[in-house]
């Protein structure tokens, strides 16, 4: 299938490791020039070289704090003085920590509200603009089975990635007739070093072994297994391809069938 991205320029945060790289190499292996953001520097020069090796030139990395309005505001520029413009926004962030309501201060619910809202809505605004003047954008925000069904000890989480879906569900409404579409994917429990981390917090703190969080997780999936970052980077593909012109609003779980909902 011809997605239709090859002269498109894909914006995608947080695209060192995990989620955010898995959708970077897909995008990159449709065609699309490359915007890759994430803080760590030296993590995200590695996979920038990784898929220029891979994939050709157009690919661009700048380290930056997008919590910081001016730091999206940087990573936005530098899409456009290498290409031009953004076509293509993928927003993605790293999750808060796990714990019980109390375990967690004002200032740990501060910083999750930085880290998985502002830089978001920082982002798209850095970006929006452009996509409206040339009435064309795909906006695809990774957040979380859990904002349709919460997942037991993962509170911030929980609460901060659903007013992400409240807000993209919103913007979508408001930019759909310039020919931009927002979607959110929903990422189950899915093999990266994140779950790796959950399993061993959650493993510690119950005194099991680590293995046995693995299993369990297995367990309620209906599939019997983790997800794998490449299922939910076709997902994405698809999503900002001319192919989904008419899909926006909506909120998509790769998750093996872990949600128990109807809708």
């Not at 930085?114 to 996509?131: H, W």
Request: with cysteine.
């Amino acid at each position: 299938m011809d997605f239709g991205i090859a002269d498109k320029v894909a914006l995608v945060a947080a695209s060192s490791r995990g989620l955010g790289r898995a959708v970077a190499e897909e995008l990159a292996a449709e065609g699309a020039s490359l915007v890759m953001c994430a803080r760590g520097g030296e993590a995200l020069r590695s996979a920038a070289a990784a898929l220029r090796d891979r994939y050709g030139g157009r690919v661009v990395d700048i380290a930056a704090d997008l919590t910081d309005p001016a730091g999206a505001d940087r990573v936005a520029a530098t899409a456009a003085e290498s290409f031009g413009r953004v076509d293509i926004l993928v927003t993605n962030t790293g999750g808060p920590p796990a714990g019980p309501f109390l375990s967690h201060t004002r200032e740990a619910w501060s910083t999750a509200v930085q880290q998985n809202l502002f830089s978001v809505t920082n982002l798209t605004r850095a970006v929006l603009p452009g996509m409206r003047e040339r009435r064309w954008g795909r906006i695809v925000n990774i957040t979380s089975i859990a904002v349709k069904q919460p997942v037991d000890d993962l509170i911030l989480s929980n609460s901060v990635r659903a007013a992400v879906t409240g807000f993209a569900r919103t913007l979508a409404n408001e930019v759909a007739a310039d020919g931009i579409t927002v979607n959110n994917v929903l990422p189950g429990y899915t093999r990266t070093e994140r779950l790796e981390d959950l399993a061993g917090r959650v493993a510690e703190r119950k005194g099991v072994p680590h293995e046995q969080r693995f299993d369990a997780w297995n367990d309620e999936i209906p599939m019997g297994r983790l997800g794998e970052p490449r299922e939910l980077a076709g997902l994405v593909a698809f999503l900002v391809s001319e192919r989904a012109s008419y899909i926006t609003a909506q909120s998509i779980a790769v998750d093996g069938g872990w949600i128990r909902s109807l809708l």
